[in-house]
């Protein structure tokens, strides 16, 4: 039996990192995430040129979990909790399939130092654990090696290339790699 993933603000916390709600006072550490064009290359979203923008971004997150659409989540590390050096994201939660889909976004000051493998390792413990979700899928854009990796070393299932199937702002028609991990895999 599942639980319903929107009942609740999901605050996930492991040794290293917590993943918790985005606040208006994280708007210096969000705006250096959304402002930085690295972050971005391999992204539907846009660049954010500036901060009123991003604060206006922080209400949209309450407001599309309020309409249980998404969730947004800024990761921190334990010993630093007001400074996120990344954003999770839950979306596209399918109560009838019970599955979900997961993105992550690093700060590359962080970059190479295994944030995002354990951002993705404590959402899969959290929804398969937590919320009873079946099946966690991840879209990714084939040359984001980077991101690639960070799947495997989750042991994620590659599913193969949806060729030419997405239309990303900004990129136009993209190819993504999708992959998936079921809660009997885990």
Do not use: C
Request: no cysteine.
């Amino acid at each position: 039996m599942s639980k319903n993933l929107f009942d609740q603000f999901p605050h996930i916390t492991t040794e290293e990192i917590t993943l918790r709600k985005i606040i208006p006072s994280d708007i210096d550490s969000l705006y250096e995430i959304y402002s930085n064009e690295k972050l971005f290359v391999h992204s539907p979203n846009m660049l954010k040129k500036n901060k009123d923008t991003v604060l206006n971004m922080i209400g949209h997150y309450e407001r599309d979990f309020n309409k249980q659409k998404m969730i947004w989540l800024g990761i921190v590390e334990n010993n630093n909790p007001d400074f996120i050096i990344g954003v999770a994201e839950m979306f596209d939660y399918n109560r009838d399939v019970n599955m979900i889909t997961i993105g992550y976004r690093l700060n590359d000051r962080f970059w190479g130092k295994g944030f995002a493998t354990k951002t993705v390792s404590a959402m899969i413990d959290y929804l398969f654990n937590n919320i009873g979700v079946n099946r966690i899928q991840a879209f990714v854009m084939p040359e984001n090696i980077k991101s690639l990796d960070v799947l495997r070393r989750n042991n994620f299932v590659e599913e193969g290339t949806i060729r030419q199937g997405f239309v990303w702002k900004g990129k136009g028609i993209v190819d993504l790699t999708l992959f998936s991990m079921l809660k009997s895999d885990y």
